[in-house]
């Protein structure tokens, strides 16, 4: 079956412009998952979503940064007044269904690699 | 708060040989799951291995499998007959169940198989 799918797969922005970053999870996943990768910080956590739960949102690094999942299905990244330090690949993670006992398999996307000029 | 630690920035193994890769952990939980990610230059994160922290016995997956010594809180990744396809950076993550069900990795190795 279709993996996770993000888009773009790379975007180039000004400094100060808001950017969109997409996430498609596997068809039945009920988990979601967003991580950024820089050469500074490594691979950090920024939000999770399951089902109809409150999003964990304990990863966003400022106020600049919201994502939202419409359906239970998609998700969107938000950065607004991007910096030159959001610059990095921004990855989507999604599985099955961790709070039931399903697997805790977090399967991953290609990633969006943002650069802010 | 979790954390991961993988002391080899760098690896190289010779193609059809042996090679091991480090990862250490530090928490308080009892119950957990480990794995192991590989990253080709493509950046897919993709999945080698997992491990139940339950389950004594170590997880293999073909030519992969995993040395988990729970007491000391080490958990290595063995790649057997090294192709060169398994050229990727490799990453070490924990999963707490008590903690929430983010991932935390390490640094990161960057295996280079050499023909």
């Known amino acids: 079956g279709a993996g996770v799918s993000q888009s773009p797969s790379n975007k180039v922005t000004e400094k100060g412009k808001d950017v969109e970053l997409r996430c498609d999870p596997i068809?039945?996943?009920?988990?979601l998952y967003w991580y950024r990768q820089s050469l500074g910080q490594g691979l950090e956590f920024l939000i999770y979503f399951q089902g109809n739960s409150a999003p964990d949102k304990s990863g966003l690094p400022s106020d600049r940064f919201s994502a939202e999942r419409t359906g239970g299905s998609v998700s969107t990244l938000t950065i607004q007044r991007t910096q030159q330090e959001d610059s990095a690949v921004y990855l989507c993670a999604s599985s099955l269904n961790p709070g039931a006992g399903g697997t805790d398999t977090q399967y991953f996307g290609p990633g969006t690699r943002l650069t802010v000029l | 708060a979790q954390t991961v630690t993988q002391s080899q920035p760098e690896m190289s193994v010779q193609e059809a040989e042996t090679v091991t890769l480090s990862c250490t952990y530090d928490?308080?939980?009892?119950?957990?799951?480990l794995f192991w990610y590989k990253q080709p230059p493509s950046r897919q994160m993709i999945l080698v291995i997992r491990?139940?922290?339950?389950?004594?016995q170590n997880a293999t997956e073909n030519r992969f499998s995993v040395n988990f010594q729970k007491a000391a809180k080490s958990f290595s990744l063995k790649i057997s007959d090294s192709q060169l396809g398994d050229t990727a950076m490799y990453f070490c993550a924990f999963m707490g169940k008590t903690s929430g069900s983010r991932l935390t990795f390490g640094e990161g190795t960057q295996l280079t198989v050499n023909p």
């Open positions: 928490t308080s939980e009892s119950n957990y799951y």
């Open positions: 068809s039945g996943h009920t988990a």
């Open positions: 491990q139940e922290a339950y389950k004594q």
